[in-house]
């Protein structure tokens, strides 16, 4: 007889056939690093996160390397914002100190963890776009070479991958060439290829300070309705030379997800954005869901519908947990 309750019997038995399991290896948190110094700065809107300055990162390096999680993805908050977001793409800027001071810290560590550099504008801009602006517009091609000149400054400085998230058109060809013709070509680019418009940004936006001042990220950004385009947008950072592909935000897009594992051919991440974990700390606060359970649960998701790589503000916690076998 047909009893498919069979395999459930025991967790031992459950365990055996469980087709899909997080790998703590494979994620990786979302670092805020603010321009000063003696900072650790609380996120309201995200419990547990925190903007820190370079010379506090040593503690959430070490927490890095203790979880065993693959690493971390950096943004910037510098120190002035101007028109043309000059802070990202600074020598000396905030996220080159950043990668200098981790990659000093790991080498002392005797450690490895892999350092990944958000390259955008709009933490940088008084305007808060991704982009420069003209006539109150996003000017795709303006905006190109000053995300090659961040991207390479994020390489000189020790970064182990770029990942380009303002989502301007030949973003990925341009910080290709500019990588390639410095003499860094073994540096990886990670397009946030399929990034939506979305309102589960908004506790980043409060933590980056990077919210737009006028109008939204629609003229950039995807329409959420929007699934075949998507697939464009995935092939087109795959042609441009994209090495590892990106679905942004996760919960609410893991029909993308399972799409584009279906599409590519390359590693392929998803962002476990700031509104999803904030969700889920608020209704955690309250005592209305489990959170080790509900975060389980949303992280096994993203690896079930295909994900490589998880970015995700859990990934500490959920390492802990799995540590511990909770
Ligand atoms: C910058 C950027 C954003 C996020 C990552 N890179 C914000 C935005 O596009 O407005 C969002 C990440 C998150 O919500 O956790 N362009």
Same mark, same amino acid.
């Given at each position: 007889m047909q009893r498919l309750r069979r395999l459930r019997r025991t967790a031992a038995l459950r365990g055996a056939v469980a087709e899909t399991h997080i790998c703590k290896q494979k994620?990786?948190?979302? *670092?805020? *690093? =603010?321009?000063?110094? %003696? &900072?650790?700065? +609380?996120?309201?809107? /995200?419990?547990?996160?925190?903007?820190?300055?370079?010379?506090?990162?040593?503690?959430?390096?070490?927490?890095?390397?203790?979880a065993g999680i693959a690493g971390v993805m950096l943004f910037g908050i510098p120190k002035e914002k101007d028109e043309t977001g000059s802070g990202a793409y600074a020598e000396d800027g905030v996220v080159p100190q950043a990668v200098r001071f981790l990659r000093a810290h790991c080498a002392r560590?005797?450690?490895?963890?892999? $350092? =990944?550099?958000? =390259?955008?504008?709009?933490?940088? !801009? @008084?305007? %808060?776009?991704?982009? =420069?602006?003209r006539d109150g517009r996003v000017e795709n091609d303006a905006s190109l070479p000053l995300h090659a000149k961040a991207a390479l400054a994020y390489a000189k400085a020790g970064a182990? /991958?770029?990942?380009?998230?303002?989502?301007?058109?030949? *973003?990925?060809?341009?910080?290709? +060439? @500019?990588?390639?013709?410095?003499?860094?070509?073994?540096?990886?680019? /990670? %397009?946030?290829s399929a990034k939506f418009a979305s309102a589960f940004y908004g506790p980043f936006r409060d933590a980056a300070d990077s919210a737009p001042q006028t109008?939204?990220?629609q003229s950039y950004q995807m329409d959420f309705r929007n699934g075949r385009e998507a697939l464009r947008e995935l092939a087109a950072d795959e042609e441009e030379g994209a090495d590892i592909l990106m679905v942004k935000p996760a919960l609410a897009?893991?029909?993308? $997800?399972?799409? +584009?594992?279906?599409? !590519?051919?390359?590693?392929?991440?998803?962002?476990?954005?700031?509104?999803e974990y904030a969700m889920?700390?608020?209704? @955690?606060? &309250? %005592?209305?869901?489990? #959170?080790?359970r509900?975060? &389980? #649960? $949303?992280? !096994? +998701?993203f690896f079930r519908a295909g994900a490589d790589l998880v970015i995700t503000y859990h990934a500490l916690d959920a390492a802990a947990w799995e540590e511990k076998g909770v």
């Open positions: 994620l990786i948190y979302p *670092v805020f *690093v =603010v321009w000063g110094e %003696g &900072k650790k700065e +609380a996120v309201e809107s /995200m419990p547990g996160v925190f903007r820190y300055s370079v010379d506090r990162l040593g503690e959430v390096a070490d927490a890095v390397l203790d560590r005797g450690r490895e963890m892999l $350092i =990944v550099a958000d =390259v955008c504008l709009c933490e940088y !801009t @008084a305007h %808060g776009h991704c982009g =420069v602006l182990d /991958m770029v990942a380009p998230s303002s989502m301007m058109d030949g *973003v990925v060809a341009a910080i290709r +060439a @500019a990588l390639d013709n410095a003499g860094y070509p073994h540096i990886p680019v /990670m %397009g946030y109008g939204d990220r897009f893991l029909d993308i $997800i399972k799409e +584009a594992r279906a599409h !590519t051919l390359l590693p392929l991440c998803v962002y476990n954005v700031s509104g889920v700390k608020a209704a @955690a606060a &309250k %005592g209305w869901l489990d #959170e080790r509900i975060v &389980k #649960e $949303i992280l !096994t +998701a």
